[in-house]
């Protein structure tokens, strides 16, 4: 039932490339969470849970949120509404090259290559948000020869994440180039294809890590293995997994341990990850062995049970109906805010909902900063 709903989502907001991509990565996640614990597409430690009881509690928590959220959507779907990213105001030239300058800055110091061939580099924090400086970027560069510099670089970030073996930057920042340059060029029908390697190139670089080398012979190792997992994503069920822990540790904790988690959550969104046990996949890996991440109802579930669950979708709710808007009923910031959401998708329901809450908060101080700044510069020059 939890796949019929999230197919029928689809369905509905085929035609809005910002819902799309966002209901489309859920249904593809919770497609593989099913396939990998209920149908026996996997076997292996992420799938050791599927006989528990926590599983069956997992799955019916996905399919409350599944109903949810299509409950919130808009009764009419506007087609093809990518929300224009550009201003009508004219922007300088100055702010474009300082954000140019500080997206080569963070692309030599914000990732750190591996020490041995063939090893995965790491991401640092600031590299990740790199995505802020992309979207405003593009924001300020409305001019062909300025989106063409800014797609250059986004597409060394791209390459030098896959050549280590990294997916969840570059593929945030393919769905940043594909929304601002190609959505309001291609429709769904068309994309099918593009989207079909994509899962091969990024199954064979989360098989093969930094090893992958895209000659022909492992690209059709990746097809069959593919075929022979039902094209499961091994990131969603690795993360449901890890949520599975969550609701574990739910059972034994007791509620005042739950809320003082969700305080330290809250301090985290605006003091930055020095607060301790504000990561809940950190806390419950003292319990049980995962490898992080988590799916987004579940992490609410943990905190708020049911409750926890409403408050999200009504949280989203907010931002659907903006994505689904013109773009003059929505103000530039909101507009470049719902792009950053839908292209933050990946993270914020397979690893932490950190991104919808500490992540738009630091695009708003970065993009009023922004602003500021051009504001004293037009001052300057009159």
Same mark, same amino acid.
């Given at each position: 039932?939890?796949?019929?709903?999230?197919?029928?989502?689809?369905?509905?907001?085929?035609?809005?490339?910002?819902?799309?991509?966002?209901?489309?990565?859920?249904?593809?996640?919770?497609?593989?969470?099913?396939?990998?614990?209920?149908?026996?597409?996997?076997?292996?430690?992420?799938?050791?849970?599927?006989?528990?009881?926590?599983?069956?509690?997992?799955?019916?928590?996905?399919?409350?949120?599944?109903?949810?959220?299509?409950?919130?959507?808009?009764?009419?779907?506007?087609?093809?509404?990518?929300?224009? &990213?550009?201003?009508? =105001?004219? *922007?300088? /030239?100055?702010?474009?090259?300082?954000? !140019? +300058?500080?997206?080569?800055? %963070?692309? #030599?110091?914000?990732?750190?290559?591996?020490?041995?061939?063939?090893?995965?580099?790491?991401?640092?924090?600031?590299?990740?948000?790199?995505?802020?400086?992309?979207?405003?970027?593009?924001?300020?560069?409305?001019?062909?020869?300025?989106?063409?510099?800014?797609?250059?670089?986004?597409?060394?970030?791209?390459?030098?994440?896959?050549?280590?073996?990294?997916?969840?930057?570059?593929?945030?920042?393919?769905?940043?180039?594909? &929304?601002?340059?190609? =959505?309001? *060029?291609? /429709?769904?029908?068309?994309?099918?294809? !593009? +989207?079909?390697?994509?899962? %091969?190139? #990024?199954?064979?670089?989360?098989?093969?890590?930094?090893?992958?080398?895209?000659?022909?012979?492992?690209?059709?190792?990746?097809?069959?293995?593919?075929?022979?997992?039902?094209?499961?994503?091994?990131?969603?069920?690795?993360?449901?997994?890890?949520?599975?822990?969550?609701?574990?540790?739910?059972?034994?904790?007791?509620?005042?341990?739950?809320?003082?988690?969700?305080?330290?959550?809250?301090?985290?969104?605006?003091?930055?990850?020095?607060?301790?046990?504000?990561?809940?996949?950190?806390?419950?890996?003292?319990?049980?062995?995962?490898?992080?991440?988590?799916?987004?109802?579940?992490?609410?579930?943990?905190?708020?049970?049911?409750?926890?669950?409403?408050?999200?979708?009504?949280?989203?709710?907010?931002?659907?109906?903006?994505?689904?808007?013109?773009?003059?009923?929505?103000?530039?910031?909101?507009?470049?805010?719902?792009?950053?959401?839908?292209?933050?998708?990946?993270?914020?329901?397979?690893?932490?909902?950190?991104?919808?809450?500490?992540?738009?908060?630091?695009?708003?101080?970065?993009?009023?900063?922004?602003?500021?700044?051009?504001?004293?510069?037009?001052?300057?020059?009159?």
């Amino acid at each position: 039932m939890t796949i019929i709903f999230n197919m029928i989502t689809v369905f509905k907001v085929r035609k809005n490339w910002l819902l799309l991509i966002i209901f489309g990565f859920i249904f593809y996640s919770n497609i593989s969470i099913v396939l990998a614990n209920y149908f026996g597409y996997a076997n292996n430690i992420f799938t050791s849970f599927s006989n528990d009881m926590s599983s069956v509690l997992g799955i019916n928590l996905l399919f409350f949120t599944s109903v949810c959220l299509y409950c919130v959507l808009p009764n009419h779907i506007i087609k093809n509404n990518t929300l224009s &990213i550009y201003s009508t =105001s004219k *922007k300088s /030239d100055l702010i474009f090259l300082l954000i !140019i +300058i500080v997206l080569i800055f %963070i692309f #030599f110091n914000g990732f750190t290559k591996p020490s041995i061939a063939g090893g995965r580099g790491a991401t640092s924090t600031l590299y990740e948000y790199s995505i802020v400086f992309f979207i405003i970027g593009y924001a300020y560069g409305e001019e062909k020869y300025k989106k063409i510099i800014i797609s250059l670089i986004l597409f060394l970030y791209v390459i030098q994440d896959m050549i280590y073996g990294g997916r969840g930057s570059a593929l945030q920042l393919i769905l940043i180039f594909f &929304i601002v340059i190609c =959505s309001n *060029k291609i /429709d769904y029908k068309k994309a099918i294809p !593009i +989207i079909f390697i994509g899962m %091969i190139i #990024f199954t064979g670089i989360g098989n093969y890590r930094a090893s992958f080398d895209f000659s022909i012979n492992q690209i059709c190792k990746v097809f069959n293995s593919l075929l022979e997992t039902g094209f499961v994503n091994d990131t969603s069920y690795s993360a449901y997994y890890t949520s599975l822990t969550f609701l574990k540790v739910k059972e034994f904790v007791g509620v005042q341990t739950q809320l003082y988690l969700l305080f330290q959550f809250i301090l985290y969104i605006f003091l930055g990850s020095k607060i301790v046990d504000s990561n809940l996949a950190v806390y419950t890996r003292q319990y049980y062995v995962h490898y992080y991440g988590g799916v987004l109802p579940l992490y609410m579930y943990f905190y708020l049970g049911i409750l926890g669950i409403m408050f999200i979708v009504l949280y989203l709710k907010f931002w659907i109906k903006k994505m689904n808007e013109s773009s003059k009923k929505v103000s530039h910031l909101q507009r470049c805010l719902c792009i950053y959401i839908s292209a933050c998708v990946p993270r914020w329901y397979l690893y932490s909902p950190s991104s919808l809450f500490r992540g738009v908060l630091i695009f708003i101080f970065v993009y009023k900063m922004v602003e500021l700044l051009d504001m004293i510069l037009k001052k300057n020059i009159q």
